[in-house]
């Protein structure tokens, strides 16, 4: 009997073992360093969700300032480092062999000494400040606990914080880092819920809860729904959550939900492991034209037949849910974070018989799973197949306006997710331009901006590429970018040059900062559009005038170009004095000489 007890006990902890495992890739997480020395604070979490995609990693608070160190969690390598104007900006990516991941770290203002020469070399060697640069094991080792880099606010970042991810190394699939930091996170709140939705499935149900539903709390009383649901056929609901943390005023994405009803598990889905291939798909686990019509993040507790994210742990029947009786059916939500905390929602929806509003009529069902040609008088419109989440009744429509060099083209509605992109072509009415890559075609929002996409001409057509829907129409951009110089007077004390550029139609394409005709490293920020450059004096010799030209071009191939004189000298000061000798101070004098001039092309 003792034996079998053993043995009971031996086979339980396995078990246990081996859940602990799966849930966490390596199972010593404890033992990792800090990527920074400072209290560690998040802005933001896993799997949170953003704009056409979930959140990939961690993002740390640095205080709110640039320039925190930033250090190597474990023994490794350099694996890559990428430098862009947008996205992570400055990026470092460090492969721990011993734990089989590798290491983001991005938004960064610089890395350390020896990386940076060699990034910078590069950039040279390119003549381009964007690189996406690879290293082999014995490159560029770092040890645990090296400094690797400096926190920054480069790229697509809203605000200095340093975005962390952990991705498995074999297949670059990112999962969640918050194991890995658990004793050091202080998380004893549980997620919040702010609303539920009752969607009818069209043509096949009814509800009164398809605007949403909050929660009231009332004295010595559970939550409750602000209002009665009701509903007749097929339904599923949504809920819009969010999580927080102790000792911030952050929201946060939750990182678990369940759905019940009658006491079976209907829903639940799980946010700890999401492959970049797969991260569009957030158009279909959210409510996508909630989002679009007013920027509201509703989950859905339904999968779309095109959705294929793999984050549903158990789902019945898609999430839809049938109201085929006249009595009250009992569901409860269960949400969680990543600590455990958890909270709970009970409510009813009552079954009332209806009639159901009749689905709209249309001329065409896109079926989500198959391709579509569609030519129409001006247009042609080709989309791949596993374009949609769901079946798609199609609409598209063409009118005249002026301003634009052919029709406007109505693609269906914005309101609508695609997942992959589709080739729209349409005829220019107006094809005088001898220069066609002054084309471009501009993306009609509803409140009246436009966008820019793009493409390329074919023969009076003009051709585009583009994973949204909306309203389209052929334009020509004949207008240069701006640069306009910032404190010219300055660039002489500071030993820096900065610009800021700008273009009205088609956007930025390049820019290029010369020296006495040789590259000059000017670095992009694309958020506010500035140029910058540290005057290096290995490479601008002093004593001498120097012509520095700025050429920006658009995508449109229109370019303008700034000129302008600099001059370095040398100044010392002797003084009568024991102490050491001061070095040489060197500075930057500019000409009153300038000049802007349009280049045509």
Not at 551 to 580: E, F, H, I, M, P
Request: positive net charge; glycine residues 8%; hydrophobic residues 30%.
């Amino acid at each position: 009997m003792k034996k079998i007890l053993i043995y009971f006990l031996l086979v339980f902890f396995c078990l246990s073992s081996f859940q602990n495992f799966a849930q966490n890739p390596v199972s010593d997480l404890h033992k990792i360093d800090l990527p920074l020395r400072i209290p560690l604070y998040l802005s933001g979490n896993f799997g949170e969700l953003r704009s056409n995609h979930f959140h990939s990693g961690l993002d740390f608070k640095t205080q709110g300032v640039v320039g925190k160190s930033v250090y190597s969690i474990e023994d490794g390598y350099v694996s890559r480092i990428s430098v862009s104007p947008s996205g992570y900006g400055r990026a470092l990516y460090i492969t721990h062999p011993s734990l089989g991941i590798t290491t983001v770290c991005g938004h960064l203002s610089r890395f350390n000494a020896y990386i940076d020469s060699v990034v910078k070399a590069r950039q040279y060697e390119n003549e381009s400040f964007s690189v996406n640069l690879t290293f082999g094991p014995g490159e560029i080792p770092v040890k645990r606990g090296q400094l690797v880099a400096k926190s920054g606010n480069t790229g697509s970042s809203g605000g200095p914080h340093v975005h962390f991810e952990i991705r498995e190394t074999e297949t670059e699939v990112p999962i969640d880092p918050l194991p890995y930091f658990r004793r050091m996170l202080k998380d004893t709140r549980k997620p919040q819920i702010r609303g539920v939705y009752l969607t009818a499935i069209p043509g096949r149900g009814y509800s009164n809860g398809e605007t949403g539903v909050t929660l009231v709390k009332k004295e010595n009383a559970p939550v409750t729904l602000s209002k009665p649901l009701t509903a007749w056929g097929e339904v599923y609901l949504g809920v819009k959550a969010y999580d927080y943390m102790n000792e911030t005023t952050n929201i946060y994405g939750v990182y678990s939900i369940q759905l019940q009803v009658d006491s079976q598990l209907v829903f639940s889905s799980v946010l700890d492991k999401i492959p970049f291939e797969d991260t569009r798909y957030l158009n279909s686990f959210i409510d996508y034209k909630e989002w679009k019509t007013k920027r509201s993040f509703v989950m859905k507790s339904k999968v779309d037949p095109g959705n294929k994210l793999d984050v549903y742990k158990q789902v019945v029947n898609r999430g839809i849910i049938t109201i085929d009786q006249e009595r009250p059916y009992r569901c409860v939500y269960t949400l969680r974070d990543a600590f455990g905390n958890k909270t709970v929602l009970e409510f009813t929806i009552q079954g009332k018989k209806h009639t159901f509003k009749s689905e709209e009529p249309c001329d065409t069902l896109l079926a989500y799973n198959r391709s579509y040609t569609g030519i129409y008088e001006g247009a042609r419109i080709d989309i791949p197949e596993d374009a949609f989440y769901e079946d798609v009744p199609f609409t598209y429509r063409s009118e005249e306006r002026s301003g634009y060099l052919s029709a406007l083209h109505v693609v269906h509605t914005p309101e609508v997710p695609v997942h992959k992109p589709y080739t729209l072509r349409v005829k220019i009415d107006a094809d005088t331009i001898a220069d066609k890559q002054k084309y471009y075609m501009a993306s009609v929002q509803p409140g009246g901006g436009e966008g820019a996409l793009v493409g390329k001409y074919d023969d009076g057509w003009y051709e585009i590429s583009t994973n949204t829907f909306g309203t389209f129409a052929v334009k020509a951009d004949t207008v240069a970018p701006t640069i306009r110089p910032l404190s010219p007077e300055n660039w002489a004390r500071n030993g820096s040059v900065k610009f800021r550029i700008g273009d009205s139609q088609s956007g930025i394409a390049r820019f290029r900062g010369t020296i006495d005709g040789a590259y000059a490293l000017f670095e992009y920020d694309a958020k506010s559009a500035t140029l910058s450059y540290k005057i290096d004096r290995q490479r601008v010799a002093k004593g001498k005038e120097h012509e520095l030209v700025m050429t920006v071009t658009d995508n449109c191939g229109n370019q303008q170009q700034y000129t302008r004189k600099l001059s370095l000298t040398t100044q010392s000061t002797q003084k009568k004095s024991t102490a050491a000798k001061p070095q040489p101070k060197k500075s930057v004098t500019t000409s009153s000489k300038t000049s802007a001039k349009q280049v045509k092309k």
